[in-house]
């Protein structure tokens, strides 16, 4: 789509910017080709799984309701806050990477610079995070697969069934992760190494 004409809207197009583009005064990491096509995903994923929350809300005052007014506590409604509140928190881990609103020493953290943060970030992704998904996701197959086999549900009398099924989103959330981890280390390293190239937009939000 061309840049703009006379009259027209400007583009919302990001490009590469030349090798030699001074990233020093960048108030944050650029993005890359490859971080805002992951970033997306992971976004609109977020984006669905968000609305549990409201679900979960519901769930919660229709439980406590029941027990307090009408004596009456219903185990698959107790099952099922805990199965959301899972999904939610698991899905989460993976848009807490890419907006960057994960936990952080913040009281040594805001003081360094860009720089110097762009290097802690990328010892953490490699030599902790990275190890520490694939890990996960290592062992969560086994564990996941021996629950679909011997088609496992709750334990508790009035349980929910399918207690595989909410396993199985400790692999789908940690894939997630992973792509979520792979898009900020794109940024990263486009930011230190200028690998991947990084992207220029037009609202100056990431280089200037």
């Known amino acids: 789509m061309p840049s703009g004409s006379a009259g027209g809207a400007p583009s919302d197009e990001v490009t590469p910017v030349p090798r030699e583009y001074d990233l ?16 997306r995903i992971v976004e609109k994923i977020g984006d669905w799984v968000s609305w549990l929350w409201l679900v979960l809300v519901v769930i919660i005052v229709v439980n406590v309701t029941m027990r307090y007014l009408f004596g009456e506590g219903r185990i698959e409604f107790e099952e099922l806050q805990w199965h959301f509140y899972a999904v939610g928190f698991l899905v989460g881990l ?21 720089r110097k943060k762009a290097w802690i970030e990328l010892f953490g992704i ?18 996941i697969l021996r629950s679909w086999e011997a088609h496992e549900v709750s334990d508790a009398p009035g349980g929910l069934p399918y207690r595989w099924a909410i396993k199985s989103f400790l692999f ?18 486009a930011f230190l190494f200028r690998f991947p190239a990084p992207l220029s937009d037009s609202g100056g939000r990431n280089t200037r």
């Open 24 to 39: 020093s005064g960048a108030r944050e990491l650029p993005r890359t080709r490859i971080s805002v096509v992951l970033d």
């Open 94 to 114: 993976s848009y807490c990477v890419i907006s960057d609103t994960h936990v952080r020493v913040d009281v040594l953290h805001t003081g360094f610079s860009l």
């Open 126 to 143: 490699l030599l902790f995070l990275l190890p520490f998904v694939i890990l996960v996701l290592n062992y969560a197959v086994p564990f």
């Open 172 to 189: 789908t959330s940690f894939v997630l992760l992973f792509v979520a981890t792979f898009a900020r280390l794109t940024r990263v390293t």
